[in-house]
């Protein structure tokens, strides 16, 4: 149904209604927009700190579910009018990021031109609420005002960046971000729309953002359908996925980071330099960043059935060998050999540790405790009962 409607006859019993059974069947189902990011009706935030890639991940999204197209590996399931408004930037900022974006990914500027709007803070003062003397106040005019515009363009996604331009209330005062978080939730649903904040996250120290270390009070998280932590590639990540240029990518989980899935097993996107043919004989164009996914990449790449046999040979021929990768009989070393990979090479090293792991889970190669030279239990490798063959099928 749309806003408004209800399910079944209304019953007055005062502040509240009496439940009135619907066919299941007949029962509306969540409406999803683009993944479990955007729902119409309902709020949600992505946190992350600053310079990971938020604003930018933001427009590809919205540029998405207004072409339609699938950009980031997500389809939507519905297509039309979106909004998105900075409130930092100037309007000539948002507008080249979007004319980047939509040449990287050739959109066709007519799709933009009737399904996306845009506005700036620099322009339109978007303030919904406000500190006084009695506490967070809403700005009703302002309100209708933002309803207004989602009715007009009929807005199926509307995202405001940050959150903290959306309001003057005090940040760490839980009943008044509460106030404004009720607040986008409601115009949320009775719009029918989708609201996405984009919200900054507390100074981590070199730690993963999770979605507790949102910048000041809990409420708004509370209050939120869909939240989502955004953190850049760290250093032992790059190492393992061979990346040079780490603050060009960044992760995306829902809910907590610690409760996420593996490294190779995340939401991964790539920060791509778009340039603008804006430039002249003496000076270049315009770059922008754009996001686009990316892949973790895959340790077996180039890696056959041929060189797990091989393997199985040499460590069934030789050794014995140990698991762990400081020992000098590391099992390591034969794959590093067979393969032709420098295992002195701390990236290369990691790759091999995975593949390792990998052929010890699928049977190619086994784990077996022992004693050493020195009458001490270790952990050692030979080669698995498993064939080649049935591995790689």
């Known amino acids: 149904p749309e806003t408004g409607e209800v399910l079944g006859e209304s019953i007055d019993d005062g502040l509240a209604s009496r439940f009135v059974w619907v066919d299941p069947a007949k029962f509306p189902r969540r409406r999803f927009l683009y993944g479990t990011s955007y729902i119409r009706k309902f709020l949600s935030v992505d946190v992350a ?12 999204e919205l540029l998405a579910i ?21 409130g930092e930037d100037p309007l000539e900022e ?8 939509a040449l990287h990914f050739e959109i066709e500027p007519a799709v933009l031109e009737t399904r996306l709007f845009r506005s700036s803070g620099r322009d339109t003062h978007l303030v919904i609420a406000e500190q006084q003397r009695e506490g967070a106040v809403i700005l009703k005019p302002n309100v209708q005002a933002v309803i207004d515009t989602i009715r007009q363009h009929n807005i199926l996604v509307a995202r405001f960046d940050p959150f903290v ?37 507390r100074k981590s ?51 907590k980071v610690s409760m996420g899935p593996p490294a190779d097993k995340a939401e991964w996107y790539h920060i791509a330099s778009v340039q603008l043919p804006n430039g002249d004989a003496f000076e270049q164009g315009d770059s922008v960043g754009v996001v686009e996914p990316w892949e973790w990449p895959d340790p077996f790449d180039g890696i056959t059935p041929q060189h797990a046999q091989h393997v199985q040979i040499a460590v069934a021929t030789g050794g014995p060998y140990r698991f762990d990768p400081q020992a000098s009989a590391w099992v390591g070393k034969v794959v590093a050999k067979v393969l032709e990979l420098d295992p002195t ?42 064939s080649f063959d049935a591995a790689a099928a």
């Open 49 to 60: 700190p600053g310079g990971v890639g938020k604003s930018s991940l933001a427009l590809v």
């Open 66 to 86: 207004a072409s339609g197209k699938d950009l980031l590996g997500i389809t939507p399931t519905e297509t039309g009018a979106v909004w998105y408004h900075n």
């Open 94 to 101: 948002v507008d080249r990021r979007i004319i980047g974006a």
């Open 165 to 201: 331009s959306t309001h003057m209330v005090t940040e760490n005062d839980n009943n008044a971000i509460a106030a404004v978080a009720r607040e986008w939730a409601q115009i949320a649903d009775i719009t029918g729309a989708s609201i996405a904040l984009t919200h900054h996250s």
């Open 205 to 255: 120290n070199g730690n993963q953002t999770t979605i507790e270390d949102a910048r000041g009070a809990v409420a708004l998280i509370d209050a939120s359908r869909s939240v989502r932590a955004l953190n850049s590639m760290s250093e032992d990540e790059a190492a393992k996925a061979g990346v040079t240029t780490r603050r060009a990518y960044f992760r995306v989980d829902q809910g």
């Open 345 to 386: 090479d701390k990236q290369v090293r990691d790759k091999i540790k995975r593949l390792v792991s990998t052929w010890i889970k699928s049977g190619v190669l086994e784990t077996y405790a022992d004693m050493d030279e020195r009458r001490r239990e270790r952990t050692f490798v030979r080669a698995g009962r498993v």
